[in-house]
């Protein structure tokens, strides 16, 4: 996971330094990474994670996702992850520190998550 995150940071480093080729050669790297991980098959049958794995699994492959179609759309180069071959669900809209190692615990009333609209946003855009 680590490395995933790493090579994700460093094309994005790469794209604000222009260097537009290393970028997508460490985006591929991540992508590549991600699809041997198997982030982008739904592991909630599974109960092999628990809730913050499960969340940094699926953050770690939806931003991974994410730059690759922002990558593509700014530079002109194809996609390498398709939506239809992915099936790993959309994050749960609760602010990190209500996830513990047991369960999701649901905000307190009036708590509105950081990231709530996001994924509307990000279906709209696709």
Same mark, same amino acid.
Not at 5 to 18: C, H, K
Not at 22 to 46: F, H, N, P, W
Not at 73 to 101: A, M, Q, W
């Given at each position: ?6 090579? !994700? ?8 330094? =222009?260097? *537009?080729?290393?970028?997508?050669? &460490? &985006?591929? =790297?991540?992508? *590549?990474?991600?699809? @041997?991980?198997? &982030? $982008? ?8 994670? @628990? ?8 953050? *770690? ?9 922002? !990558?593509?759309?700014?530079?002109? +180069?194809?996609?390498?992850?398709? &939506?239809? @071959?992915?099936?790993?669900? =959309?994050? *749960? ?22 990231? +709530?609209? $996001?994924?509307?946003? !990000? +279906?709209?855009?696709?």
């Amino acid at each position: 996971m680590y490395n995933i995150q790493a090579n !994700l940071i460093a094309a994005v480093y790469a794209v604000g330094l =222009e260097h *537009t080729s290393r970028a997508a050669v &460490l &985006l591929a =790297e991540s992508v *590549t990474m991600c699809i @041997d991980a198997g &982030l $982008y098959c739904s592991a909630d049958s599974y109960n092999h994670f @628990d809730p913050i794995e499960n969340k940094v699994c699926k953050c *770690t492959f939806w931003c991974v996702y994410i730059w690759d179609k922002q !990558l593509g759309d700014h530079f002109g +180069r194809s996609s390498l992850l398709f &939506l239809r @071959d992915c099936d790993v669900g =959309e994050l *749960t809209p609760v602010n990190d520190k209500y996830i513990i190692c047991e369960a999701i615990v649901m905000s307190p009333s009036g708590k509105e998550c950081r990231y +709530r609209d $996001y994924g509307v946003k !990000l +279906r709209i855009e696709i």
